[in-house]
């Protein structure tokens, strides 16, 4: 009888060991900007997946933008920049104002001291169909702001939560990437950064 009681309590302790080694999405063992919800998944080849949709970051401030870009790329010298200098002339170029959905645009260097821009969007909609008329640009989209960069600030975002904006029908997603349709037809976004 008292080995059947030793037994017992062995299973059930190798049943908790069992049990508290098995991760919960909400605990420290999960990875992803978006805290839980990210793991391994069956076939992935090592790559992080999404196992449910967890959603866009979001920063409502240009502060809170730039530390979201900071903790992940170099971010320095940030200055506020209302233009897209490089078109000033364009009235239909990258701007702050209604036409675009752009609340505040700000400018700052990656370690080559190539150009970031950090744009807090109050109108994704207006965003996105801007950007369709204007084409590629390496737009990187979270709930309510934008970041562009060059190659090693995208690189650095890459698995931030950021998805690329495509409205080129030419560019193809290879499969196992996100594909969320935009909030203008003939959009993309996702987590593939060509």
Do not use: N
Not at 52 to 80: K, N, W, Y
Not at 168 to 177: A, K, L, R, W
């Amino acid at each position: 009888m008292r080995m059947r009681g030793v037994v017992t309590v062995v299973a059930a302790v190798l049943t908790l060991t069992a049990v508290g080694g098995c991760g919960d999405d909400e605990g420290g063992g999960s990875t992803g900007a978006g805290g839980g919800g990210y793991g391994q998944s069956a076939g992935s080849g090592g790559r992080l997946m999404d196992t449910e949709p967890q959603g866009r970051p979001s920063a409502p401030t240009m502060a809170d933008i730039e530390a979201f870009v900071s903790t992940r790329t170099t971010c320095t010298d940030l200055h506020m920049e209302d233009r897209d200098s490089d078109h000033e002339d364009d009235p239909e170029a990258e701007a702050t104002g209604k036409l675009w959905g752009i609340k505040e645009r700000a400018v700052c260097w990656d370690a080559k001291r190539m150009g970031v821009t950090l744009m807090s969007v109050d109108d994704m909609k207006s965003f996105q169909t801007q950007a369709r008329k204007r084409g590629p640009a390496g737009y990187l989209v979270g709930e309510d702001f934008v970041v562009t960069g060059g190659p090693s600030t995208r690189a650095d975002l890459r698995g931030s939560g950021l998805l690329a904006l495509v409205c080129d029908p030419e560019t193809e997603i290879p499969s196992g990437y996100t594909k969320e349709k935009g909030l203008v037809d003939g959009c993309t976004l996702t987590d593939f950064f060509s």
